[in-house]
């Protein structure tokens, strides 16, 4: 257990609709980052949260949207929904933002569109 | 920005043999490169990582071997075992930046 919670595990949806991802950090981490795993893609980092402020962009598309609350847990909006947003999302936690340290990955929110 | 290429995408080994998987980077400014498994429908997970001023660094059956002028590393296996069997993903992080993965190698061991 790597101690990152992430909700729900798995989701299915239609295409046009809007879902939430949950993510709540190891106890202690103060960044959260959002990564995006689909098939031969590996990991995209979409977005970083330190200390409940944005620290850095990837490649997450304008229909996606992030935030990262006082008590550190984070949400990932993703809104107007299509068939290529299928994947597996993951949440990590760090303990420092820019530290060589480890990612501690939750077990991922798996989105299904139809 | 950092762009990491990884090869070879699959790679499957016989039980015992050894397992090489090579990693390169664009940014020369990169000074962490930690390497992920990831088990069938798991999370990622760190194995092993090193900096930049480290050219060599082992774990038990595992080594990561740096090379800074050329810009790769490679992650070395020795004596396979069917729990290696998983996906390993390579990444590389300059400053503050955060990591930037490869695409991974699903790999194999052949009982």
């Known amino acids: 257990d790597s101690g990152v919670t992430q909700t729900p595990k798995h989701l299915i949806t239609a295409t046009g609709q809007r879902v939430t991802l949950r993510c709540s950090p190891r106890s202690g981490d103060l960044s959260v980052y959002w990564y995006q795993q689909s098939l031969d893609q590996g990991l995209q980092f979409l977005i970083q949260y330190y200390n409940g402020e944005e620290r850095a962009k990837g490649n997450i598309l304008e229909r996606f949207s992030a935030q990262q609350f006082p008590d550190l847990h984070s949400e990932l909006n993703l809104s107007s929904l299509e068939l290529g947003d299928s994947a597996l999302y993951f949440c990590?936690?760090?303990?420092?933002?820019?530290?060589?340290?480890?990612?501690?990955f939750g077990e991922g929110s798996r989105l299904t569109v139809l | 920005g950092e762009n990491v290429e990884q090869h070879p995408s699959t790679l499957s080994v016989q039980e015992g043999d050894s397992a090489v998987i090579k990693c390169t980077y664009s940014d020369s400014a990169s000074n962490y490169f930690p390497w992920y498994k990831q088990e069938l429908g798991k999370r990622p997970q760190l194995i092993i990582d090193?900096?930049?001023?480290?050219g060599e660094k082992k774990d038990q059956r595992i080594a990561v071997t740096l090379n800074k002028t050329a810009k790769h590393f490679s992650l070395h296996i020795t004596e396979t075992q069917p729990e290696d069997s998983a996906v390993y993903f390579c990444?590389?992080?300059?400053?503050?930046?955060?990591?930037?993965f490869g695409k991974g190698t699903r790999l194999s061991v052949i009982a």
């Open positions: 090193i900096r930049s001023n480290v």
């Open positions: 990590a936690s760090s303990v420092q933002s820019g530290n060589t340290g480890e990612l501690f």
């Open positions: 990444a590389a992080r300059s400053g503050n930046t955060p990591l930037v």
